[in-house]
């Protein structure tokens, strides 16, 4: 996991920065941005592995942010960890239906928050193995079925 690179979006720096501190002290490279445009501007070039969203920035509400990536094939199993002031039942629901992977609320401990990055990448990371293998099972191409007359 280590490596991995983790965007961050979040207006206000004292946050961002330490959110920055903590993803880079357990191994990962953070991405920071204070606000959604210059973090689309990012995309046209690079992708992050998972995205931590604030959802009030100055420019654009952050679950907008959170619909645009979801709707865009390019974009739309980037794991998203919504981190924001909204406490709400109803915010949480929203955010989680929007499709975000993850939602915490401020204030936050740094601690959970780089465990809850971790655990979302192992998800995404079993995802693909799992894909990977179960087009391989069943491959009625394979020596193994050929030798068994076809019988996986």
Same mark, same amino acid.
Do not use: W
């Given at each position: 996991?280590?490596?991995?690179?983790?965007?961050?979006?979040?207006?206000?720096?004292?946050?961002?920065?330490?959110?920055?501190?903590?993803?880079?002290?357990?191994?990962?490279?953070?991405?920071?941005?204070?606000?959604?445009?210059?973090?689309?501007?990012?995309?046209?070039?690079?992708?992050? /592995?998972?995205? #931590?969203?604030?959802?009030?920035? $100055?420019?654009?509400?952050?679950?907008?942010?959170?619909? *645009? @990536? +979801?709707?865009?094939?390019?974009?739309?199993?980037?794991?998203?960890?919504?981190?924001?002031?909204?406490?709400?039942?109803?915010?949480?629901?929203?955010?989680?239906?929007?499709?975000? /992977?993850?939602? #915490?609320?401020?204030?936050?401990? $740094?601690?959970?928050?780089?465990?809850?990055?971790?655990? *979302? @990448? +192992?998800?995404?990371?079993?995802?693909?193995?799992?894909?990977?293998?179960?087009?391989?099972?069943?491959?009625?191409?394979?020596?193994?079925?050929?030798?068994?007359?076809?019988?996986?």
């Amino acid at each position: 996991m280590n490596g991995k690179t983790i965007a961050i979006i979040e207006d206000d720096k004292d946050i961002l920065e330490l959110i920055a501190l903590h993803v880079q002290k357990a191994g990962f490279k953070p991405k920071k941005f204070t606000d959604g445009e210059s973090f689309f501007r990012y995309l046209s070039t690079d992708m992050p /592995d998972v995205l #931590i969203l604030d959802l009030m920035l $100055p420019d654009m509400d952050g679950l907008e942010i959170c619909k *645009v @990536l +979801r709707s865009n094939p390019s974009t739309a199993k980037l794991p998203i960890i919504i981190l924001t002031a909204k406490i709400e039942e109803t915010d949480k629901i929203v955010g989680l239906e929007l499709g975000a /992977d993850d939602y #915490i609320t401020k204030p936050f401990s $740094p601690r959970e928050l780089i465990a809850r990055v971790k655990a *979302v @990448l +192992r998800r995404t990371s079993e995802e693909e193995t799992t894909e990977e293998e179960i087009l391989k099972v069943g491959d009625k191409n394979s020596d193994r079925c050929k030798q068994n007359g076809g019988v996986c």
